[in-house]
């Protein structure tokens, strides 16, 4: 991990679910050198 160079960050984000609601976003944060972070926020989806 480091800081982030420059005025922008890029997110690229990949999202899976489950039959059930449950899934997972995976992604990467990225300046202008390359990836900054990696992120992996769990999710739970439910109907309306």
């Known amino acids: ?3 982030a ?3 922008w960050v890029h997110p690229d984000a990949r ?4 039959e059930d609601g449950i899934g997972l976003c995976s992604g990467t944060l ?3 050198r390359g ?3 990696e992120v ?3 999710l739970l989806v ?3």
């Open 1 to 3: 991990m480091r800081e």
């Open 5 to 7: 160079v420059g005025e």
């Open 15 to 18: 999202t899976v679910l489950a």
């Open 30 to 32: 990225s300046d202008a």
């Open 35 to 37: 990836a900054v972070r």
């Open 40 to 42: 992996s926020p769990p």
């Open 46 to 48: 439910r109907a309306r």
